[in-house]
């Protein structure tokens, strides 16, 4: 059972990136989906959830306005739309599994390899 995270990169401040979540040996429609980030030498901070059943979303005070969740079951996975970056939005960014979106970052599970994201000029 895994999460991979992907789609990240080396972007100027102002651009945008989709990150995707794919899932094996799970099925993502059976979970909430959390999106957290951990820049160097920083704890791990949740970005944004998409809750299982109602598809309710939640972000960060920071991504609120900027950043987009949502998932597609049918392809086993779920994305984070990033516009707007900023500096600050560096880090690696990692997907998890739980049964709700709690706000503790310790609740969630399946974590996998994160994509690194550097915003930059």
């Known amino acids: 059972v895994q999460l991979q995270a992907s789609g990240g990169g080396l972007v100027q401040p102002g651009g945008s990136l989709r990150l995707s979540c794919t899932a094996s040996g799970l099925n993502v429609a059976d979970y909430a989906i959390g999106w957290f980030r951990q820049a160097p030498g920083k704890e791990r901070e949740a970005v944004s959830c998409i809750s299982r059943t109602t598809d309710n979303t939640h972000y960060s005070n920071s991504a609120k306005g900027r950043f987009t969740v949502s998932r597609d079951n049918g392809k086993n996975a779920v994305f984070l739309q990033m516009n707007s970056l900023r500096p600050e939005d560096t880090g690696v960014y990692y997907c998890?599994?739980?049964?709700?979106?709690?706000?503790?970052?310790?609740?969630?599970?399946?974590w996998g390899q994160g994509t690194q994201v550097t915003v930059s000029s």
């Open positions: 998890a599994t739980d049964r709700t979106c709690s706000p503790s970052v310790r609740a969630f599970d399946n």
